[in-house]
C-alpha cells in the first residue's frame, strides 16, 4: 500500500490493517468458536461424540513429532485465557464456561 508521507509502497503490517478496518482479529473468532463447540461437544448426550471425546484411539502414532490433536488445541485455548488445566469439569458448568472462555 501506499504510505502518504513518503509517497512509496510499503507492506503493512497486522496490527496497522487490524487498526485500519475495525474487523476481528479472525484467530480470536476461530478459538472462540472451537472453545463453543468444545462446550456444547462435551455437554452433549450424543453417545458418538461422548465416546470420541472420553477414550483413548487405538494404535500407534506415527515417528516424529506428535501432530496437534484437537483436544490439544481446546486444551491451549483455555491454558491462554486463564481457564486451568481440565477444560472437561469446567465445560460442564455451561455458564461459567462462557464466562471463563469465550471472549468473542
Known sequence: MKDSSSNEWRIR???ELGLLFQKPNVLD???SRRLKWAG???RSQNPLLRIVLEKDP???RPLGRPRMRWEDLVKKD???LGGGSDWKERASDRDGW???C???
Open 58 to 60: 487405538v494404535g500407534k
Open 78 to 80: 483455555v491454558s491462554t
Open 13 to 15: 503490517t497486522n496490527n
Open 98 to 100: 462462557r464466562e471463563g
Open 40 to 42: 456444547h461437544a462435551w
Open 29 to 31: 473468532t476461530i478459538r
Open 102 to 104: 469465550l471472549t468473542g
